[in-house]
């Protein structure tokens, strides 16, 4: 009885202490083209490279971590960043998580118009029209229930973890080469949490680029024909065009069969697999839509967004077991979200399709180009409705 018990006991107390031990880790990793593209960061040697690879590092812990705390990623050799990427503890500043905005904490004034679906003509009800002003003023939701959201994946943050660091940050930051891998033994180590280790596949990867193979012009018919290349490893692909009509109101559309607003971000395979079965998201074999005339006439210069998501890639320690109970708690948790997007102003593409030549090629007109691309992107958000779904989502 004796043994029994102390057997019993020690299992409780090796329980309790993985429980204290706990960390979560989260990888996202983003292949950026089109205005995606960050100039002085994707070029190797003379010739740019028509896409950027982002890498965004998150670890929470359930142990407190003193100031001086340190905490590393040691990623593959081939990822090109270096022999470790430092964790930077942040600490929480009492205020709403850094990029998560309520609509009804905005002061918007006007309203917004809402299509959706892929074909030469809009579907019957639309467009859907949400009158901020009036809805602020009768105390409802802003957003109806009737409109899809997307739901984010539970990032760690300052808020949610007794410690959370994260790379890149203001002393560490050396971009990812466009060639970089992930794939190969990844390790993560430090003050504050248990060594976290696991290994990426090929076909865990950062995407390959979204390439837009259309033009953004619109049709003898008023239609603008949109078309892209097929991505590998893509669960699904998301478009979004987003404007502000003559008169003020502001113009969304997306790719969805359904309603639905907003820019959705990284997402875990089961939000991916929900929003395909709402068909929300176009499958992985279609890369191509029709944005219908009605809306194609208010999107001239509008912030165009063409999305791919990939697999999320899963470990923990202890691996999980099949018939895990619902209070199952491992020692640590990590996460790879995968995604790969374009972004461009309607009928800039022409311009953007240029940029992969020599620098030295000399064509015509390239000197009265001054704008970079990044400069145009966040000039570009600055207007309208981009500016908008930028700071909420």
Known sequence: ??????ITAGLAMVATVAQA??????????????????????GLGKKQQDYTRNLRLHLGSSRSAAADAKAEHIPPADLG?????PLKLVKDDGGREKGIVSWEDLDIKGRM??????????????PAIIDFSKAKQAGAKIIPASILQFSQPPLPSAKKNASYSNWPNEKSSKPIPAQGSLAGDHVVRGAYTPDISFSLSQNQDFLAPVVLTSSTSPAADGTIQLAWNPVVNAKGYFAMAQSSAANGDMVYWSSSEVPTMGAPDFMQASEINRLLQKKALLGQTQ???TIPAEVAKHLSGAMLNISAFGPEASFSHPPKPANAKADWR???TAHLLTKASYFSAMGMEAKL?????????????????TETPEQAKKSLLKKGVGGLLKKVF
Do not use: H
């Open 353 to 369: 399709a240029g940029r992969g030549r020599d620098d030295d090629a000399g064509a015509e007109g390239d000197e009265e180009e």
């Open 330 to 332: 491992p020692e640590w």
């Open 81 to 85: 960043a270096g022999p470790a990427l």
């Open 1 to 6: 009885m004796k043994i029994g018990f102390l």
């Open 21 to 42: 031990q706990q960390a979560t880790y989260w990888m996202t990793a983003e292949t950026g083209s089109g205005m995606n593209l960050q100039p002085g960061l994707a």
């Open 287 to 289: 890369t191509q839509c």
């Open 113 to 126: 118009l809402i299509y959706w679906g892929c074909g030469n003509n809009v579907r019957a009800n639309q």
